[in-house]
């Protein structure tokens, strides 16, 4: 009789201690469908990329963190969404994703404030300029922001020529390329250069270099890395001096319907991972990017790394200073004082490269 007792006490035991495991799993299972809100965050690059690696999964997880898990984001890379990088902004304006990461100067003439950042030698490095971006986009552009709310307006690192077979030292040696460029400034400066200009998004720039339709790039060595063209690109000419040839502002934003139907204390996280420290880190990210790449291509055979001296790069300027004329220009037909947009937009590069 006592063992049986014994014995039915144990069971008990057990099947107590059992179902108190059910009620925690049932609790942890709870907690991890506990999201509250489901954010798609879409993108044109590969998920090894630096900025989906070192920004976009942090940015996540911090989000994640201090919603409590009430807010969950999702994202997809390399355009698993549907549709073209030019494409990005209207997804997010329309709701089709939650929030974008796209290039500005994919949609001529609908940020035309902002090409004021593709012009040549504007920029310096991706995490000064970032801020500097942001500052600007934030004065200037919002009224082109209908419909979104913006994460953070940046740039990308310092664009450098990169070419298959033929090195470029001198504006000559520009003559007859076919060059991929990602917006229209940086297009007419190609153009103005004696290269042909062929526009495409950066993700399409693989196979139009396995399949002859162009000779080289423009880009930064962070996406040179990304897409692998190291393998594809054998001459990378630098610029002397502190301001890079070129850059192009970018663009994280969301849904602003789905923002605003957040709760206040959701929009506060949101807020808080938005602005210009986000501009700038996702800068930094970029600028860190481009070190290994650098690295990898010095020590190639089969690269080769070329510096432009002083006189040659001020050649290259004069044309990048004929192409920013020409912008003005351009922006007073259209009732913009394009001068002096210009002129803020060098003061805030040089602003936020003098702080720490």
């Known amino acids: 009789m006592t063992s049986t007792i014994t014995a039915w006490r144990r069971g008990a035991r057990t099947l107590k201690a059992a179902i108190a495991g059910i009620g925690l799993a049932a609790i942890a299972a709870g907690s991890a469908a506990a999201a509250d809100v489901t954010l798609r965050l879409h993108h044109f690059f590969p998920p090894t990329s630096p900025v989906h690696v070192h920004y976009f999964s942090d940015w996540k997880k911090r989000v994640e963190e201090q919603s409590q898990g009430r807010i969950e984001v999702k994202i997809y890379p390399a355009m698993q969404l549907g549709g073209t990088p030019p494409a990005l902004f209207d997804q997010a304006r329309s709701g089709q994703a939650d929030i974008i990461w796209t290039v500005m100067g994919y949609t001529p003439d609908r940020f035309p404030e902002a090409e004021v950042f593709d012009l040549p030698f504007l920029p310096r490095s991706a995490e000064i300029t970032s801020q500097a971006a942001h500052d600007f986009a934030m004065r200037h552009l919002t009224e082109r922001f209908a419909g979104v709310k913006v994460i953070a307006a940046h740039v990308h690192s310092p664009g450098l020529i990169h070419t298959r077979d033929r090195a470029v030292r001198t504006p000559e040696d520009m003559q007859g390329l076919k060059l991929r460029g990602p917006s229209r400034l940086i297009n007419s400066f190609i153009q103005a250069l004696g290269a042909e200009p062929v526009g495409m998004p950066v993700p399409q720039t693989p196979e139009a270099l396995s399949r002859g339709v162009i000779d080289g ?140």
């Open 217 to 356: 790039t423009v880009l930064p060595l962070e996406a040179i890395g990304a897409l692998r063209l190291q393998e594809l690109l054998h001459k990378h000419s630098f610029f002397a001096g502190d301001n890079a040839l070129y850059t192009t502002m970018m663009l994280v934003a969301m849904n602003e319907t789905r923002y605003t139907s957040l709760p206040d204390d959701l929009k506060a996280v949101i807020d808080a991972n938005s602005g210009i420290k986000e501009a700038r880190a996702i800068g930094r990210v970029m600028d860190q990017a481009d070190a290994p790449v650098l690295e990898a291509v010095s020590a190639s055979a089969s690269n080769e790394v070329i510096r432009l001296t002083p006189e040659e790069t001020a050649r290259f300027r004069a044309v990048g200073d004929e192409v920013a004329k020409a912008w003005v220009a351009r922006m007073a037909e259209r009732g913009i004082d394009g001068e002096a947009l210009l002129a803020e937009a060098r003061d805030l590069v040089a602003k936020y490269a003098a702080q720490p």
